[in-house]
């Protein structure tokens, strides 16, 4: 596998493939000329069906038609799985609703795909390094160690640690993706990202407002993530797909923190107008729960050979809130007819 590997006749199965990272990868895939692409997703009632509009496809189906029909071989043959599918809600807490849908799915979805000879890539997530006090080294070998803060971020553990029993991820690709943020994010709630709730506060009211900090060592507004542009995302999973050396747990970040408050700042800054950040009370409930710091190291990553420079934050926010939110349009809204 090489750069070359996503042609116009590699066949691509993407689940999740409505939501946001999997329709920035439909996009991503329309631009390198794919469109031998099944995209699985629960569309429900969401407005998340207006990602696919734009983008080319080959087929549709939801999620619960799809384990059947991989068994029964209706789909045929993949080259790669793209498995982002799963219940990214880090306030959700239904426990075994989050097992099925994010560890079972997955397991089942992951064997098929070693069974067919089908290239595996899924989504981890960050949320699997908890407070950070076991560090946020995808090179960790003792991944048990890590304590997630939510189920959510447990759920994603329990499949990383099952692979690695099973010996899976000497084959497989999990991405510990970090603060994605960019467009077609819309449909996701409470779950979007401060750049898209924001904007919209900014636009009504001309504030955003940010979190208290209830640890002394950090000040309000400063407690940091890192944040990475969904194009980003997209460009770092497809390397690591169509890398053949690339094995295992890999961190997907920018490599830097930066402060809410620097992120505030860049969609004032974006958007031509005055800083202008209050601070609100975190919730009760999320404080034991709430991240104060993040940072992905991705030496491990840059070691395939991944040299493409990280957009910066401040380039970022500003392609996503000029050129997607103020005018309203989702990925693959340029793409030619």
Same mark, same amino acid.
Request: net charge neutral.
């Given at each position: 596998?090489?750069?070359?590997?996503?042609?116009?006749?590699?066949?691509?199965?993407?689940? @999740?493939?409505?939501?946001?990272?999997?329709?920035?990868?439909?996009?991503?895939?329309?631009?390198? @000329?794919?469109?031998?692409?099944?995209?699985?997703?629960?569309?429900?009632?969401?407005e998340?069906?207006?990602?696919?509009?734009?983008?080319?496809?080959?087929?549709?189906?939801?999620?619960?038609?799809?384990?059947?029909?991989?068994?029964?071989?209706? $789909?045929?043959?993949?080259?790669?799985?793209?498995?982002?599918?799963?219940?990214?809600?880090?306030?959700?807490?239904?426990?075994?609703?989050?097992?099925?849908?994010n560890? !079972?799915?997955?397991?089942?979805?992951?064997?098929?795909?070693?069974?067919?000879?089908?290239?595996? +890539?899924?989504?981890?997530?960050?949320?699997?390094?908890?407070?950070?006090?076991?560090?946020?080294?995808d090179?960790?070998?003792?991944?048990?160690?890590?304590?997630?803060?939510?189920?959510?971020?447990?759920?994603?553990?329990l499949?990383?640690?099952?692979?690695?029993?099973?010996g899976?991820?000497?084959?497989?690709?999990?991405?510990?993706?970090?603060?994605?943020?960019?467009?077609?994010?819309?449909?996701?709630?409470?779950?979007?990202?401060? +750049?898209?709730?924001?904007?919209?506060?900014?636009?009504?009211?001309?504030?955003?407002?940010?979190?208290?900090?209830?640890r002394?060592?950090?000040?309000?507004?400063?407690?940091?993530?890192?944040?990475?542009?969904?194009?980003?995302?997209?460009?770092?999973?497809?390397?690591?797909?169509?890398? %053949?050396? %690339?094995?295992?747990?890999?961190?997907?970040?920018s490599?830097?923190?930066?402060?809410?408050?620097?992120?505030?700042?860049?969609?004032f800054?974006?958007?031509?107008?005055?800083?202008?950040?209050?601070?609100?009370?975190?919730? !009760?409930?999320?404080?034991?729960?709430?991240?104060?710091?993040?940072?992905?190291?991705?030496?491990? $990553?840059?070691?395939?050979?991944?040299?493409?420079?990280?957009?910066?934050?401040?380039?970022?926010?500003?392609?996503?809130?000029?050129?997607?939110?103020?005018?309203?349009?989702?990925?693959?809204?340029?793409?030619?007819?």
């Amino acid at each position: 596998m090489s750069a070359s590997f996503f042609t116009p006749s590699t066949r691509i199965l993407i689940t @999740g493939g409505a939501g946001f990272i999997g329709s920035a990868l439909a996009w991503e895939l329309n631009r390198r @000329g794919c469109e031998r692409i099944v995209i699985a997703d629960f569309l429900g009632t969401s407005e998340k069906w207006r990602n696919l509009t734009p983008l080319r496809f080959e087929d549709y189906l939801e999620a619960d038609d799809l384990r059947p029909r991989l068994q029964s071989g209706a $789909l045929g043959k993949f080259d790669v799985a793209l498995h982002l599918g799963a219940c990214s809600a880090t306030t959700e807490k239904d426990a075994t609703y989050l097992a099925r849908n994010n560890f !079972e799915f997955t397991k089942d979805l992951a064997g098929w795909a070693l069974e067919n000879g089908t290239r595996f +890539v899924y989504a981890s997530s960050a949320a699997t390094y908890g407070d950070g006090s076991a560090g946020m080294e995808d090179t960790l070998e003792e991944i048990s160690r890590l304590r997630p803060l939510n189920m959510y971020g447990y759920s994603k553990q329990l499949f990383d640690l099952y692979a690695q029993r099973r010996g899976w991820l000497d084959h497989l690709v999990g991405m510990k993706y970090f603060n994605v943020f960019g467009p077609n994010e819309d449909h996701k709630g409470d779950m979007r990202s401060l +750049v898209h709730k924001s904007t919209a506060q900014v636009r009504e009211s001309g504030v955003i407002r940010l979190f208290k900090s209830h640890r002394p060592d950090f000040a309000d507004g400063e407690q940091k993530r890192d944040f990475l542009y969904v194009k980003d995302a997209v460009a770092i999973t497809l390397h690591l797909a169509a890398t %053949a050396g %690339a094995h295992g747990l890999y961190n997907v970040g920018s490599g830097e923190a930066h402060s809410w408050n620097q992120l505030a700042r860049a969609v004032f800054g974006a958007l031509g107008l005055p800083d202008h950040i209050e601070y609100i009370d975190m919730p !009760e409930g999320l404080r034991g729960k709430y991240q104060y710091f993040t940072q992905a190291n991705i030496g491990k $990553l840059r070691a395939t050979g991944y040299d493409r420079p990280i957009t910066p934050l401040a380039d970022a926010v500003k392609d996503y809130v000029t050129r997607y939110l103020v005018p309203d349009r989702r990925l693959g809204d340029e793409l030619p007819e």
